[in-house]
Nanobody, 115 residues
Framework: QVQLVESGGGLVQPGGSLRLSCAAS????????MGWSRQAPGKQREFVAS???????VYANSVKGRFTISRENAKTTTSLQMNNLRPEDTAVYLC?????????WGHGTQVSVSS
């Protein structure tokens, strides 16, 4: 069984920063990528960023240059540094792990950007 737990969400003013973390545990011997998606009220879930097992990163155009995904000391822990946040970044952010086509998701953490 694979479990993912996110942390680090909260309320921040426009232009501010937040750092999200995601720790995966369970039967993970190797994986293709870990990443983040987000879902705003009334909208479809959208991809935010991902990082492969060997460190290759991909970003959505809407966050490129503002968000940075990284892996922590443990390979199954990933973080998302979010800078220059905008109101349109408000959403529930969900972490996932792609174990060669099998996806596992966390429950999500709320990020709210408002003055």
């Amino acid at each position: 069984q694979v479990q993912l737990v996110e942390s680090g969400g909260g309320l921040v003013q426009p232009g501010g920063s937040l750092r999200l973390s995601c720790a995966a545990s369970g039967s993970i011997f190797s994986f293709r990528a870990m990443g983040w998606s987000r879902q705003a009220p009334g909208k479809q879930r959208e991809f935010v960023a991902s990082i492969t097992d060997d460190g290759f990163t991909v970003y959505a155009n809407s966050v490129k240059g503002r968000f940075t995904i990284s892996r922590e000391n443990a390979k199954t822990t990933t973080s998302l540094q979010m800078n220059n946040l905008r109101p349109e970044d408000t959403a529930v952010y969900l972490c996932y792990v792609d174990i060669y086509g099998r996806y596992y998701w966390g429950h999500g953490t709320q990020v709210s950007v408002s003055s």
